[in-house]
């Protein structure tokens, strides 16, 4: 296992560099056999990290400093890995984790992780679901809840939580009132929400979904977490007006080109040009994440070049971006030729940073160092998880699209799953997940590492 203190760290990087350098990994991006050896070598590294799977250990939990939705984004991640490289090594364990997480009422709402759990949280895993029903990713045993019901569970859930009273509209990003977050909009809870409508209204084709598409894209634009020259802000905090936090991640980009690309594509006339207009808009503005002097390569703008870096979940948004880029390709298929470059000369500098560690394989961070086959010291799941959704991303062109419900998919809805407010499961998980105060103070920390970057504004990037 891939688990040091810092002080080891480095004099691991010491004696590494002291020694034998590894040689980078030159990614050839016009080979299969390539991006598929470059892609296992990091899940390889990521999947160091995972314990879930062994005796006493809890499925679909990493250990700290991991939190629970980064499990569902990697298994996400993982299933993709499976369906771009045709290699399943993976797929039980993925199995294993989503089932034991999802519970056996289908929720996504385990009572281990009510003292935290945020819209966004729940969505990640609600993503890897959907993305199980159009990939055709092998169905849960038939007395268990299924990927395209849990889903709609997720997205009929998060329907009922969606809070007209404040600020006009949106999801809050905290579901439990107690938790610190719960006065804040953020936009990727809205962000996922908007993707899950999007891609359940392809999947099923019920325009209900795509009607919540269109009011949470509304709702994100009129509040201002959308600019006019489709900048994605942070969030935006009721107690104070409901005014904007403008810092911009990548993934909040790539989850409403994504989701607008969906839209794109199963509409038609003006509906399917004002979606086209939002796709080039949000994928002409998706440049600021690329590096300014190092052409078309991805980083993370707002931490990575800055002394105070990035967190622990700001480190794999980068994975989702990639995730993303390259899904919008198969929906608005004229955005390849913008798209496809960019994540190969980003896969390419990607893995020439698999060069640290004590095993020498170890992925970092800034792909754009420049410095090619250096090591930035950086090391997690989420810096293995970028590299290798960034490298399989490449495997798209000829892959079959998303199924659906009519093409390709067989996943077994629930169209009213999660029933709304009044659900009496939903209701027991909340008088017994009640936080105790020192519960309360672990989730009030976590909220505040992420609120307080409001304070941080020269890391904002005017582009
Ligand atoms: C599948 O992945 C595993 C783990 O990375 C690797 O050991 C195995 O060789 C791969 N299988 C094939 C057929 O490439
Ligand atoms: C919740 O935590 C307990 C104690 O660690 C563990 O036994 C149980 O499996 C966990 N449940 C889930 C769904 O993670
Ligand atoms: C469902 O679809 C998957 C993927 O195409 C396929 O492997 C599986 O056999 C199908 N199951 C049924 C019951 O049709
Ligand atoms: C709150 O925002 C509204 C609309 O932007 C503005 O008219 C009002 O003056 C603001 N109030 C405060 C207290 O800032
Ligand atoms: C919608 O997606 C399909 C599958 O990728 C693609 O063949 C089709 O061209 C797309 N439609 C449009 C209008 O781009
Ligand atoms: C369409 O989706 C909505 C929202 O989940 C649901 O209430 C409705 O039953 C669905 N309609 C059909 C025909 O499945």
Not at 40 to 67: D, F, K, Q, S, V
Not at 218 to 223: G, I, N
Not at 289 to 310: D, L, S, V, W
Not at 402 to 423: I, R, Y
Request: charged fraction near 15%; aromatic fraction near 14%; proline fraction near 5%.
């Amino acid at each position: 296992m891939r688990w040091f203190s810092a002080s080891k760290l480095a004099a691991a990087w010491t004696v590494a560099n002291a020694a034998v350098r590894s040689a980078a990994f030159e990614l050839d991006v016009g080979s299969t056999e390539s991006i598929i050896a470059g892609a296992t070598l990091a899940a390889e590294g990521m999947m160091h990290y995972y314990h879930g799977n062994e005796p006493g250990n809890t499925p679909g939990i990493l250990p700290p400093p991991y939190y629970w939705w980064e499990v569902g984004a990697m298994f996400g991640g993982l299933m993709d890995y499976w369906w771009y490289t045709g290699n399943d090594t993976w797929n039980d364990i993925v199995m294993q984790g989503m089932l034991f997480q999802i519970g056996g009422d289908g929720l996504l709402m385990p009572a281990n992780q009510t003292t935290s759990e945020g819209n966004d949280d729940q969505a990640f895993w609600a993503i890897a679901t959907m993305m199980a029903a159009e990939r055709g990713f092998p169905n849960p045993p038939a007395h268990k809840p299924q990927w395209l019901g849990v889903t709609q569970t997720v997205f009929n859930l998060q329907a009922t939580r969606w809070d007209k009273a404040n600020c006009n509209g949106g999801l809050r990003w905290q579901i439990f009132q107690w938790n610190n977050g719960y006065t804040y909009k953020n936009t990727v809870s809205n962000g996922c929400f908007f993707q899950l409508a999007t891609r359940l209204a392809r999947y099923t084709g019920n325009a209900t979904y795509s009607e919540w598409a269109n009011k949470i894209w509304d709702w994100s634009y009129s509040s201002g977490l959308i600019s006019d020259d489709y900048r994605f802000y942070d969030g935006l905090d009721i107690p104070s007006n409901c005014t904007v936090n403008h810092n911009q991640w990548s993934y909040n980009a790539g989850l409403f080109l994504a989701g607008s690309a969906f839209m794109y594509n199963i509409t038609t006339g003006s509906e399917q040009a004002k979606w086209k207009t939002r796709v080039d808009g949000i994928l002409w503005m998706a440049g600021v994440f690329f590096h300014p002097t190092q052409t078309n390569i991805m980083y993370e703008a707002i931490c990575e070049p800055y002394p105070r870096g990035c967190n622990t979940d700001q480190k794999s948004f980068k994975a989702y971006f990639s995730r993303w880029l390259a899904l919008t390709t198969q929906m608005a298929p004229y955005t390849a030729e913008t798209i496809m470059p960019k994540l190969q000369v980003s896969a390419k500098a990607a893995l020439e940073t698999c060069v640290g560690g004590s095993d020498g394989v170890t992925c970092g961070l800034k792909w754009y160092k420049g410095d090619w086959g250096a090591w930035d010291g950086s090391y997690g799941v989420g810096e293995q998880m970028a590299v290798m959704e960034v490298t399989q991303s490449l495997l798209i062109p000829g892959k079959p699209s998303p199924f659906t419900e009519v093409k390709g998919g067989n996943s077994t809805g629930n169209p009213s799953g999660g029933g709304g407010g009044d659900n009496p499961q939903l209701s027991a998980i909340i008088d017994l997940s009640r936080p105790t105060a020192g519960q309360r103070a672990g989730a009030a920390f976590a909220t505040l590492t992420v609120l307080s970057m409001t304070g941080y504004m020269v890391y904002y990037m005017v582009t």
